[in-house]
């Protein structure tokens, strides 16, 4: 029901879309889906392939890296509750630290896409810490009593039941993190030193007022967003089974 729900909503989207484009809204700018498939079609893989990989492996880097140190980081604090004030506060900074004022300066200072992946990891990290310190916390408290009258000590408490308790939340973070990685390196290729990705690829299609190949991009890169999800959900799926709906 829910699959045909959704189905209903992007079809629902395409209508509304064609219909924009058919009483010419917003100066007759908003091109047909049927043209911008068309556009698809004609500039083929040679132009989506390429420029779709990169972005995607900018993506993973920054979405491997910012929440192996976001996992960490809450891990750490669920093992010393000492440093959670540190921890908070990094937190806080990253998210609401300009990222786009950053990425200039990584830029001149590492160069290449190094910016890329640094956002991608920044948009990833304040979710997915958050989410597991959140599922750490959860732990049933009758069973860290339980490893605790057997002598477990903090480690085996971790191991034994917070890990295992904070998979929900750490996978329900991890699928916002993963389109938001990708939000972050499409960004990071707006800011130049490179020269493919889809960010690249929009920026030349706006230059050369190619709306429908604009729309082209836009459309490969929330398909990129999409697949990042879907993945990160079919892995819950699969290391969480008896989390039922809550994983979908």
């Given at each position: 029901?829910?699959?045909?729900?959704?189905?209903?909503?992007?079809?629902?989207?395409?209508?509304?879309?064609?219909?924009?484009?058919?009483?010419?809204?917003?100066?007759?700018?908003?091109?047909?889906?049927?043209?911008?498939?068309?556009?698809?079609?004609?500039?083929?893989?040679?132009?989506?392939?390429?420029?779709?990989?990169?972005?995607?492996?900018?993506?993973?880097?920054?979405?491997?890296?910012?929440?192996?140190?976001?996992?960490?980081?809450?891990?750490?604090?669920?093992?010393?509750?000492?440093?959670?004030?540190?921890?908070?506060?990094?937190?806080?900074?990253?998210?609401?630290?300009?990222?786009?004022?950053?990425?200039?300066?990584?830029?001149?200072?590492?160069?290449g896409r190094t910016p890329t992946v640094f956002l991608a990891a920044m948009y990833c990290f304040f979710t997915t810490m958050v989410g597991t310190l959140a599922g750490l916390r959860s732990a049933d408290r009758t069973s860290l009593e339980l490893v605790r009258a057997?002598?477990?000590?903090?480690?085996?408490?971790?191991?034994?039941?917070?890990?295992?308790?904070?998979?929900?939340?750490?996978?329900?973070?991890?699928?916002?993190?993963?389109?938001?990685?990708?939000?972050?390196?499409?960004?990071?290729?707006?800011?130049?030193?490179?020269?493919?990705?889809?960010?690249?690829?929009?920026?030349?299609?706006?230059?050369?007022?190619?709306?429908?190949?604009?729309?082209?991009?836009?459309?490969?890169?929330?398909?990129?967003?999409?697949?990042?999800?879907?993945?990160?959900?079919?892995?819950?799926?699969?290391?969480?089974?008896?989390?039922?709906?809550?994983?979908?």
């Amino acid at each position: 029901m829910k699959r045909l729900g959704g189905l209903l909503g992007i079809l629902g989207l395409v209508g509304v879309w064609w219909l924009a484009a058919a009483l010419g809204l917003a100066g007759g700018t908003i091109p047909s889906p049927w043209r911008v498939v068309h556009t698809m079609y004609v500039d083929g893989w040679q132009l989506y392939g390429p420029n779709f990989e990169i972005t995607a492996i900018g993506a993973l880097k920054g979405f491997l890296w910012g929440n192996a140190l976001a996992i960490g980081l809450a891990v750490t604090v669920a093992l010393i509750p000492q440093f959670e004030s540190l921890a908070t506060q990094l937190a806080i900074l990253s998210y609401c630290t300009p990222l786009l004022a950053l990425g200039p300066i990584i830029l001149v200072v590492f160069g290449g896409r190094t910016p890329t992946v640094f956002l991608a990891a920044m948009y990833c990290f304040f979710t997915t810490m958050v989410g597991t310190l959140a599922g750490l916390r959860s732990a049933d408290r009758t069973s860290l009593e339980l490893v605790r009258a057997y002598g477990g000590g903090r480690w085996q408490r971790l191991y034994r039941v917070q890990l295992i308790a904070a998979l929900p939340n750490t996978f329900a973070a991890l699928k916002i993190a993963a389109p938001s990685a990708v939000l972050g390196a499409i960004i990071g290729e707006y800011l130049g030193g490179v020269d493919s990705g889809i960010g690249v690829a929009l920026t030349a299609a706006q230059t050369a007022y190619n709306v429908p190949r604009t729309w082209g991009m836009a459309l490969a890169a929330a398909a990129l967003a999409g697949l990042g999800y879907a993945i990160v959900a079919l892995v819950a799926r699969l290391v969480t089974p008896w989390t039922g709906e809550e994983v979908r």
